[in-house]
């Protein structure tokens, strides 16, 4: 059976392998060459605090003035190991700016890096990071995931092309993250196709154990199914990100009601939704909505009564808003575009009054940005304060996907 490290390090032969495991394991090396002795102390001594390589070179050029070395300090040596004085949790912390199988490899510089990227506070697995077969990726995380110590994860991100052969596995990361009190999790995932949630291939859906998750902060999500089927509790959420992702209404009051603090909530491209309703809510971002199965224009409320910050954007289609009790809201941006069927007739009366009926619930905001569709609808209606306009470019008209 294949080792799960070779995914990390594929240019090793089986014996190397076995060297890899037994110094994680503080087990004697095996045989090693003489050139790869060379390489691991010159990243020892770079490590260290010494800025170029150490090889017989140097020390013959001691003993011969007339060879000059091969390299030359930029400037001295400190006099202390500059990096080793620094504690394990601030070297974690730099670990995690490196992709994660960089940071396993960390695992050859001294003893006391061998266990150092098991605690990391931040693990993302991306396709973009490490060049392996998809089929390989599972491997690669169960094993990762395996050699894990820390009692905390604070990032925590997934994004592949998923696949039905991957649900088991999610899960078991899911719960992973979740029994350690993960705060923010990011599950992207990319079908290839653009419209995911009306495809005809099954997207994630997300297990019904993460709607109970009270360490989570933040939550980012694509092509996932959202659809608790029991009570949600997500006391410490701040922001959630929703995007190409199947909702209703009943499964959106659900999470409202279960995130007493939320803040900032997002949703790109997410139809199905026609009532938005919190007493927490300080941004909302509604950013297209594409709905090619219903026949009727539908409405979605929204009732946020410490609301600062509205922004509708994109291609609606077949989708309308209705602001109600909004009357914190300082910053609105209507930069949304209506689209229609081409074997549609364009009813720009239609349009124009859903506009007015718009402006004249946001005529109190200081700030009102406007893309130019709804400008070219035919109204601007500027209430009785005084508002900061701005005015941004986007298409005219839309006529269909």
């Known amino acids: 059976m294949e080792d799960p490290m070779s995914l990390v390090f594929p240019e090793q032969s089986s014996d190397s392998l076995s060297s890899v495991f037994a110094m994680i394991h503080h087990h004697p090396r095996p045989h090693q060459s003489a050139q790869s002795t060379d390489s691991a102390s ?10 170029y390589p150490l090889n017989q070179t140097h020390l013959n050029s001691a003993q011969s003035p007339s060879k000059q070395p091969r390299y030359s ?13 620094l504690p394990d949790s601030l070297l974690q912390e730099l670990l995690c700016f490196l992709p994660i199988e960089d940071a396993i490899k960390t695992c050859f510089l001294s003893r006391r890096w061998r266990s150092l990227w098991t605690q990391m506070p931040t693990l993302f697995f991306t396709r973009e990071h490490f060049a392996v077969k998809h089929a390989k990726r599972a491997k690669f995380v169960k094993e990762t995931l395996r050699r894990f110590t820390g009692p905390k994860i604070k990032n925590f991100l997934i994004n592949f092309k998923f696949d039905d052969s991957m649900d088991a596995s999610l899960e078991d990361w899911v719960l992973f993250a979740t029994t350690h009190h993960v705060e923010k999790l990011s599950l992207i995932f990319d ?7 009306f495809a005809d291939s099954k997207p994630y859906s997300l297990p019904q154990f993460l709607y109970l998750s009270s360490s989570l902060k933040d939550l980012i999500l694509r092509q996932c199914v ?3 089927t029991d009570q949600v509790s997500w006391p410490s959420l701040k922001v959630l990100s929703i995007n190409y992702s199947r909702l209703t209404t009943e499964a959106i009051e659900n999470i409202l009601s279960g995130s007493p603090n939320l803040q900032k ?6 139809g ?21 199965r219903e026949k009727n224009e539908s409405v979605t409320e929204i009732s946020c009564p410490n609301l600062q910050s509205l922004s509708l954007s994109g291609y609606m289609y077949k989708r309308t808003f209705r602001v109600m009790h909004v009357s914190s809201l300082s910053n609105a941006n209507l930069s949304f575009v209506m689209t229609i069927d081409k074997k549609d007739k364009y009813d720009c ?11 004249e619930n946001l005529c109190h905001v200081e700030k009102l940005t406007m893309g130019t569709w709804c400008l070219q609808a035919g109204l601007i209606y500027m209430g009785n304060k005084g508002h900061i306009l701005t005015i941004i470019q986007t298409p005219l008209f839309g006529a269909g996907h």
């Open 42 to 51: 010159s990243v020892q001594a770079m490590i260290e605090g010494n800025h």
């Open 226 to 228: 959202v659809s608790p």
């Open 272 to 292: 199905g939704v026609n009532r938005i309703c919190s007493m927490s809510l300080e941004v909302l971002e509604v950013d297209a909505v594409y709905e090619p």
């Open 265 to 270: 909530l997002k949703l790109h491209n997410c």
């Open 349 to 359: 009366a239609k349009h124009r009054s859903i506009l007015r009926d718009l402006l």
């Open 191 to 197: 079908g290839g196709f653009l419209y995911a949630p």
């Open 73 to 85: 300090p930029v400037f001295d040596a400190p006099d202390k190991d500059l990096i080793s004085s």
